[in-house]
């Protein structure tokens, strides 16, 4: 069942993936800052969690699979 789990946070950090460059290629073209930082930093603490669950799944793969 962690195998799964990890299959899991993977594609999802994919989809995110995904996600954030639509996010990016919204934004404006030019040197101006985005006027709300909050979807950025949001879709950078969604991947930050999916990897960190990820990785710890891999770990434990060895010990509870």
Do not use: C, H
Not at 6 to 22: C, E, G, I, P, S
Not at 35 to 64: C, E, H
Request: no cysteine; net charge positive; charged share 10%.
């Amino acid at each position: 069942w962690i195998y799964w789990v990890k299959l899991t946070a993977v594609t999802l950090a994919m989809v995110n993936l995904v996600r954030t460059r639509r996010y990016l290629e919204t934004l404006p073209a030019s040197g101006a800052q985005a006027q709300s930082g909050d979807g950025g930093r949001g879709f950078a603490w969604v991947a930050l969690v999916l990897w960190a669950v990820a990785t710890t799944a891999g770990r434990l793969m060895a010990y509870v699979g």
